[in-house]
């Protein structure tokens, strides 16, 4: 890329960056240093406001880079992700919202505790959350090093080096001094640029067609080199009995995950009642059915205008299709119109990844601090106290994030976050599920369902072709691969929710009717909700 692209993008970067520190410098001189204000922003935000902060979240650099270099190279599979990532708020407005923002105060494990045995629920739970966030994590930091090596032209490891550490030391400077507050005006700040810059490119591809959706799939597929195939299913996931079944895994790990992902569980406690969060999950369906909707656009548009191998080639799994089309639609290499666009949504990217990284930073530390180190203290800790573990957690979660995103800094964004919903869907839906609708359920229960999720889930990834025995793995060189799906959710999902069932049949544990009742109660009317 020429010197302009990287000025010019550097310098919106820089002062998205600007505005950003400058919030959470504001707030946390409001911050009063209490839990709730800490964890929830002290449940002061309007539904509008959280919808747009809930579909900050949402909207990664999986969606954004990801979804739209998958769709680049394999068209209709590609598409599949989004169909995944919509659906799956029809589960979370139905089942997951409001009864949760009734049943719990910070964290996941609230919920589950409120009914059972705190302590070992409270571990499990605490352990699930943190893995599942470190896994989204990484996807966000390999999405931020694909973008930079673009921008500079700098295909060297040193610079994608740099560029995770200094994505990691920001999310731990907003989480440790913003708390849940600033966390949310920054995901507000970064939906309306997200959303402004995907409108914008949308427009102009449809423009570059004359309005013609059919020309734009037609002249997809003609520079795809599959022909009509480039349309249909199967390209991608249809070769083989493994890739069918891969689907089949990956659609499940999609759909079941996000009623399980701690990030977007805790921004239903930031609002002061149940309607209110369901409010904000409908505000947050709108926005982001309305952004996959132009990501599908942007995807064939990569395909129709860059073309797939010139997308492969920037970036093999395709992490880079979004900027090239910004690139191509503004005149090309060179042009003002290129620049200026390339540098627009390379910032945009930028915000997105900082942004999520945030929200998932601190719904982590939230799980350790609030539930395994008061756990782990057999009382619980003083608010205080637990807000100061909150952050050292924060810097600890970033650290680790960083080792993995370097490490994982070849795969493709969308299918790491395929990954987290995966584990999401198997150790955190199953005891979220029966805690709320099942009478019987059992402190037992509620923790083999936890582990019996999350383990499998995790063997059967570094068991699978993506660590090891495939060109495309973390470790090429060697072979451990047994299981051979890349997503395990088909398999780890019944384990999840058979291990509840399973360890709640074999529990010598009396059920405790008035617990559950009044779990249901609350859970429904919000009668003694906090």
């Not at 930073?361 to 100061?388: C, K, M, P």
């Not at 059992?442 to 570094?462: D, E, K, N």
């Not at 470790?475 to 451990?480: E, G, I, L, W, Y």
Request: hydrophobic share 55%; net charge positive.
């Amino acid at each position: 890329m020429t010197g302009r692209h990287q000025t010019l993008a550097l310098l919106l970067f820089t002062v998205f960056v600007a505005v950003t520190l400058g919030i959470t410098t504001w707030v946390s001189r409001k911050r009063r240093g209490s839990a709730e204000e800490f964890y929830a922003g002290g449940r002061l935000f309007s539904p509008m406001e959280n919808g747009f902060a809930i579909a900050g979240d949402y909207m990664s650099a999986a969606s954004f880079l990801g979804v739209t270099g998958l769709i680049a190279l394999f068209g209709y599979d590609g598409m599949l992700y989004v169909v995944g990532f919509l659906v799956a708020w029809l589960v979370v407005l139905f089942l997951v919202a409001e009864l949760v923002r009734n049943c719990g105060r910070f964290t996941l494990a609230d919920v589950i505790a409120a009914r059972m045995s705190e302590r070992p629920v409270r571990i499990a739970t605490g352990t699930s959350s943190v893995t599942v966030s470190v896994l989204y994590l990484v996807a966000q930091m390999v999405g931020a090093g694909s973008l930079v090596v673009l921008l500079l032209g700098r295909t060297g490891g040193v610079t994608r080096a740099w560029t995770v550490i200094g994505v990691g030391a920001l999310m731990v400077i907003y989480v440790s001094l913003g708390g849940m507050r600033a966390t949310t005006w920054i995901q507000i700040v970064k939906s309306v640029l997200l959303l402004g810059g995907t409108v914008a490119l949308t427009v102009l591809v449809l423009v570059r067609f004359h309005g013609d959706v059919d020309q734009l799939l037609r002249t997809a597929a003609d520079r795809s080199g599959h022909g009509s195939a480039f349309l249909a299913p199967g390209l991608k996931y249809g070769g083989s009995w493994t890739a069918r079944f891969d689907f089949i895994s990956l659609g499940l790990a999609l759909v079941l995950g996000t009623a399980g992902l701690p990030h977007i569980l805790s921004r239903f406690y930031t609002v002061p009642t149940a309607r209110a969060a369901r409010r904000s999950a409908v505000w947050s369906i709108g926005l982001i059915g309305g952004f996959y909707l132009m990501t599908i656009v942007l995807g064939f548009g990569a395909a129709a205008i860059v073309g797939p191998d010139a997308v492969r080639a920037s970036n093999a799994a395709g992490n880079t299709a979004v900027p090239l089309l910004a690139l191509a639609l503004g005149g090309g290499p060179g042009s003002n119109g290129g620049t200026v666009l390339f540098a627009v949504v390379a910032a945009v990217a930028f915000a997105t990844i900082l942004a999520v990284v945030a929200g998932i930073t601190l719904a982590s530390s939230a799980s350790v601090a609030h539930d395994l180190y008061a756990s782990l203290r057999r009382r619980h800790a003083e608010q205080r106290g637990e807000v100061a573990v909150a952050r050292t957690a924060a810097v600890a979660i970033g650290v680790v994030a960083i080792a993995l995103g370097l490490l994982a800094r070849d795969l493709n964004v969308a299918f790491l976050v395929g990954l987290a919903f995966a584990v999401a869907a198997s150790a955190n839906l199953p005891v979220l599920l029966y805690t709320l609708f099942w009478r019987g359920f059992t402190t037992r229960g509620a923790v083999w369902a936890v582990y019996g999720g999350l383990i499998p889930a995790l063997g059967l990834v570094l068991l699978s072709p993506v660590v090891s025995g495939s060109p495309g793995s973390l470790f090429p060189d060697v072979d451990f691969q047994y299981f051979p799906l890349q997503n395990p959710g088909i398999v780890s999902i019944p384990l999840g929710f058979l291990a509840g069932w399973l360890g709640t049949v074999t529990s010598d544990e009396v059920p405790d009717e008035a617990k559950h009742a009044e779990t249901e109660v609350r859970s429904l009317t919000g009668a003694g909700a906090v």
